[in-house]
Nanobody, 117 residues
């Protein structure tokens, strides 16, 4: 069973930075994709950034140039470096893994990011 635990959320002023981490336990098979999603109050959950096991990345237009996704495979940890934060980045951030050829999906419990203006 794969389990994901996010950390690193918090309150930051606009223009500031945060780094989120997602610790992954359990067996991860290739191919796989690890991703960050976010959900603001009253909004649908949206993809923020994703990286597959081949290293290809995909970003939402709203975060391109500000956020960077990375993976430390030996540590089974994924990161989201968020710079130049804006109030509209305020949301609960979730990490997600789509695992192996079966596309099994797993979610973390989420971590709150609040950006004050």
């Amino acid at each position: 069973q794969v389990q994901l635990v996010e950390s690193g959320g918090g309150l930051v002023q606009a223009g500031g930075s945060l780094r989120l981490a997602c610790a992954v336990s359990g067996r991860i098979f290739s191919p796989n994709t690890m991703a960050w999603y976010r959900q603001a109050p009253g909004q649908q959950r949206e993809l923020v950034a994703a990286m597959n096991s081949g290293g290809s990345t995909n970003y939402a237009d709203s975060v391109k140039g500000r956020f960077t996704i990375s993976r430390d495979n030996p540590k089974n940890t994924m990161y989201l470096q968020m710079n130049s934060l804006k109030p509209e980045d305020t949301a609960v951030y979730y990490c997600n893994v789509v695992n192996g050829i079966w596309n099994s999906k797993y979610w973390g419990q989420g971590t709150q990011v609040t950006v004050s203006s």
